[in-house]
Each structure stands twice: as structure tokens, then as C-alpha cells.
């Protein structure tokens, strides 16, 4: 079974506080994609990562592929309480988009 | 519209009755994709359409479970005798193309709550 382990699962944070969110697996993906949540919506694409040890910023959030297309991370500089939502990773991998279970992240103003 | 448009986005249904999803894709998306998703996780692949082809139906829980896109533009999602444990919100995207690597635009949901 092809997993992408998300983790944490669950994160609360007070606001201006820095934090990383992991999605890790064993297989190796062609891509790599962020998606942002929020409650009685669907997800929200953010960013799409290709390359491996490729390195994307969207303003405070930065967002690296590993060099072997196998794991990603998601780092939030000074969080701020509008950042907060169910944030979802999915790897594609041949005709397959594999959903990471989520990180629910809740930003404390 | 603009987006991808589901409806309805509530619907209550009591256990054994038939209840049928609707999705308006963004027009001229190729690929239209139905997710089945729990509270606070994240989505659970159902069915794939290019087109009007059903690409992919492995995720599909049980035979109650049907999906068609006739024209290749608006979808259904059927679910036939329906039991609690399909309580659940039904998301479905649509992408310009047939790479797994484009990306994916959502609706907002049908939240279906079997009684």
C-alpha cells in the first residue's frame, strides 16, 4: 500500500510562532502538492513541487521537496491566526494521487 | 461559474433511502475526480472520469456506490440504500488536463448525513 504519512496531525501554536509540517513516504513521487483546507470547504491548492531539493515560498510559508522525491515539508515563519486550517499533502505518482491524512493547524491570536 | 459547483451542500437522508450528488466541473476540465472525505482527515479517493470514460473506480466502497458523467462535463454520484456509515462529505475536482501532476480545483463539498 502506497502511504504519504503526514505529520503532526494536529498542532496549536501561539501566533508568531514558527512551525514545520512533514509528509513523508517510501515511494517516489513526480510531484508533490500543498493544499490548504478551511472548515465547510474544499481544499485550496497552494503550490505544486517538482523538481528533488526543489524550494518554494508563497510569503511567510516555504515549502522543500527532498532531494529523492520521497518526502516534503511545509515550514510557517511567524504564524498568524488567518493560517489556520486543515493542511493536506498529495504526491502523484503514475496515474495516482496519494492524499497525506492532514494537519490540522490552529494558530492562538 | 467560475469554480467547481456541488450540489446540494447539505443533504440528510434516512438509512436505506437512494441519494444522487451533483457536480458541475469548471467548463472544459478533462478530468473530474469524487472524494469521499471524514471529518478532519483527508480525502479518500472514490472514482475517475476523462472525459466521459470512468477511468478508475477502485475506490468505491461497495456496489451501492455508482458514478456517471455522461457528457463528460457534469458528474453524479449515486449511493443506492444508504447506510451511516456513508455519512461523510463528498468533495469533487476537476483538472485542465490528464497529468495526476496538475493540480486540483475543488468544490465545496456535499455534507451527507445518513439518519
Known amino acids: 500500500t502506497q502511504l504519504l504519512e503526514q505529520s503532526p496531525q494536529f498542532l496549536s501554536i501561539q501566533e508568531g510562532e514558527n512551525l514545520t509540517v512533514y509528509c513523508n513516504s517510501s515511494?517516489?513521487?513526480?510531484?508533490l502538492q500543498w493544499y490548504r483546507q478551511e472548515p465547510g470547504e474544499g481544499p485550496v491548492l497552494l503550490v505544486t513541487?517538482?523538481?528533488g531539493g526543489e524550494v518554494k515560498k508563497l510569503k511567510r510559508l516555504t515549502f522543500q521537496f527532498g532531494d529523492a522525491r520521497k518526502d516534503s515539508s511545509l515550514h510557517i515563519t511567524a504564524a498568524q491566526p488567518g493560517d489556520t486550517g486543515l493542511y493536506l499533502c498529495?504526491?502523484?505518482?503514475?496515474?495516482?494521487?496519494?492524499w497525506g491524512a492532514g494537519t490540522k493547524l490552529i494558530i492562538k491570536p | 461559474g467560475a469554480g467547481v459547483s456541488q450540489s446540494p451542500r447539505y443533504k440528510v437522508a434516512k438509512r436505506g433511502q437512494d441519494v444522487a450528488l451533483r457536480c458541475d466541473p469548471i467548463?472544459?476540465?478533462?478530468?473530474l475526480f469524487w472524494y469521499q472525505q471524514a471529518l478532519g482527515q483527508g480525502p479518500e479517493f472514490l472514482t475517475y472520469?476523462?472525459?466521459?470514460?470512468?477511468?478508475?473506480k477502485s475506490g468505491l466502497p461497495s456496489d451501492r456506490f455508482f458514478a456517471e458523467r455522461p457528457e463528460g462535463s457534469v458528474s453524479t454520484l449515486k449511493i443506492q440504500r444508504t447506510q451511516q456509515e456513508d455519512s461523510a462529505v463528498y468533495l469533487c475536482?476537476?483538472?485542465?488536463?490528464?497529468?495526476?501532476?496538475?493540480?486540483?480545483?475543488f468544490g465545496n463539498g456535499t455534507r451527507l448525513t445518513v439518519t
Open positions: 475536482a476537476s483538472s485542465s488536463d490528464d497529468s495526476y501532476n496538475s493540480p486540483l480545483h
Open positions: 467548463s472544459g476540465h478533462v478530468s
Open positions: 472520469f476523462q472525459n466521459e470514460a470512468q477511468l478508475d
Open positions: 515511494s517516489v513521487f513526480s510531484s
Open positions: 513541487v517538482v523538481t
Open positions: 498529495a504526491g502523484a505518482k503514475n496515474y495516482q494521487l496519494i
